[in-house]
C-alpha cells in the first residue's frame, strides 16, 4: 500500500508526558499537512510542509506542539507536557503541490490524554 | 478563516432511496472538497469542484458547485449501506492550500 501511513494509530498516556506521531507521506507528494480533528468536528489545521520547509505554522495550538519534516520526507508531530484537553484525532495529510491538488489522508493516530 | 456550514448535521435514510447534503461557505469558493470519513479513521478523498456551475459524478454520488451561492451539494442516489459515514466538505486557501472543514454529515443507511 503506498497511501499515507501514521504511526501508532493509538496513544494513551498520562497527563504531563511528551508524545510523538510520525506520517509518512506518499513517496513523491512534496507538500505533507498536519490536522487535530475532535469528536463531532471537521479537521483543523495545524501545519503544512512544503519538501522540508516548514510555511505555516501559525495554526500551531500553542508552543508545546512543534512539528519537523526534516528531509523532506516523513514528518513528527511533537506535543510537550500534553493535556487532557489534546485528546483528539491527529491527521495527516499530503499532496503533489501543484495547486488545488487534493490532499489524502492518512488513517490517522488517536491520542488519549489520561 | 474561511467557514463552512453542513446542513444536515445528520440524518437517517432508508436504504435505496437518495439524500442530498449542503456546504455553504462564508467566503468566496474557489475549490471545494468532498471527502467521505467512517469513524475513527482518515478521510477519503471523493471528488473536487473548483469552477462555477462544475458538476461531478463518480458511481452514485453527484456534487455540484454554485459559485454565487458559495455553496455545493452532494447528492446520492439509491444509497446503500456502504454509504453510511461521515461526509465532510473542505474548502481550499489559496495562500497555503490548506483545507477548511465543515463540522461534517453522519449519514445512517437504514436496511
Known amino acids: 500500500d503506498t497511501g499515507v501511513s501514521q504511526d501508532p494509530r493509538h496513544k494513551i498516556t498520562k497527563r504531563g508526558q511528551n508524545v510523538t506521531f510520525r506520517c509518512d507521506p506518499i513517496?513523491?507528494?512534496?507538500?505533507l499537512y498536519w490536522y487535530r480533528q475532535t469528536l463531532g468536528q471537521g479537521p483543523e489545521f495545524l501545519t503544512y510542509f512544503q519538501n522540508e520547509a516548514q510555511l505555516e505554522k501559525s495554526r500551531l495550538l500553542s508552543d508545546r506542539f512543534s512539528a519537523e519534516r526534516p528531509k523532506g520526507s516523513f514528518s513528527t508531530l511533537e506535543i510537550q507536557r500534553t493535556e487532557q484537553g489534546d485528546s483528539a484525532m491527529y491527521l495527516c495529510a499530503s499532496s503533489p503541490g501543484t495547486d488545488y491538488n487534493e490532499q489524502f489522508f492518512g488513517p490517522g493516530t488517536r491520542l488519549t490524554v489520561l | 478563516s474561511q467557514e463552512l456550514e453542513q446542513s444536515p448535521q445528520s440524518l437517517i435514510v432508508q436504504e435505496g432511496k437518495n439524500l442530498t447534503i449542503n456546504c455553504t461557505s462564508s467566503k468566496t469558493l474557489y475549490g471545494l472538497y468532498w471527502y467521505k470519513q467512517k469513524y475513527g479513521e482518515g478521510l477519503i478523498f471523493l471528488m473536487m469542484l473548483q469552477k462555477g456551475g462544475e458538476e461531478k459524478s463518480h458511481e452514485k454520488i453527484t456534487a455540484k458547485l454554485d459559485e454565487k451561492k458559495q455553496q455545493s451539494s452532494l447528492h446520492i442516489t439509491a444509497s446503500q449501506p456502504s454509504h453510511a459515514g461521515i461526509y465532510l466538505c473542505g474548502a481550499v486557501s489559496l495562500r497555503d492550500y490548506k483545507l477548511s472543514f465543515g463540522a461534517g454529515t453522519t449519514v445512517t443507511v437504514r436496511a
Open positions: 513517496s513523491e507528494h512534496n507538500r
